[in-house]
């Protein structure tokens, strides 16, 4: 069953039932450079309108299908702009098979988990799912150095400016994965930091 509703209500709705400690934000994915269109209690990240995508978000902008997809992830770990730890969870909403907008929610469960420690266990929700992780910044360039690092540790590649050939080539197509490249102006940028031209990204991603 379909049926058309505000995001902005629902949002609202969200924060008025799961208080203060629950950052309910959506995504405008056309703009992952300022996608953050609407927040409550943004407090929680740091983050207000105007913001970025995350890392995740890129991510899955550019591996999702719409059509045969998931289109939500729940319980993974995310982390703040200081270093608190979250319990979030996203929403792909599409248009027109286009991923278009995404629905993020995340919790800080700290005084939860201390005042239940004990039975921490036993409560739904709590089991994370240690392949998404994510992290939430203010500007785009957080997020791009955010992954080209977390590319960096993967790779085990500790000078950029010193990879052969081959290891140029993976270092692109890993990045690309993470889908640094849909941020305007980090195709020059990565060509700048890895001594490459731009045709040649342009023809390691084919």
């Known amino acids: 069953m379909k049926i058309e509703l505000d995001l902005n209500v629902l949002a609202k709705f969200i924060s008025g039932v799961m208080g203060s400690n629950c950052e309910i934000v959506i995504h405008d994915l056309t703009d992952v450079c300022k996608s953050v269109i609407l927040i409550e209690n943004g407090s929680i990240t740091g983050r207000s309108i105007g913001s970025p995508a995350t890392d995740l978000a890129l991510k899955k902008i550019k591996t999702i299908d719409i ?36 629905l993020c929610i995340n919790i800080d469960d700290s005084k939860t988990k201390q005042a239940i420690q004990s039975l921490i266990e036993t409560i739904p929700g709590f089991n994370f799912d240690s392949d998404k992780n994510e992290s939430f910044f203010t500007s785009i360039e957080e997020v791009t150095n955010k992954i080209i690092e977390q590319a960096k540790s993967d790779l085990k590649f500790n000078d950029l400016s ?22 305007k102006g980090n195709i020059q940028k990565i060509a700048q930091i890895v001594s490459i031209s731009e045709q040649t990204i342009y023809r390691y991603l084919k």
């Open 67 to 102: 059509n045969k997809d998931i289109p939500f992830s729940l319980n993974y770990k995310g982390f703040s702009n200081n270093g608190i730890e979250l319990r979030s969870s996203t929403l792909i909403i599409s248009e027109n098979n286009k991923a278009k907008y995404m």
């Open 162 to 183: 010193r990879l052969n050939q081959d290891e140029k080539q993976l270092f692109v197509k890993h990045i690309d994965q993470a889908g640094i490249f849909t941020i």
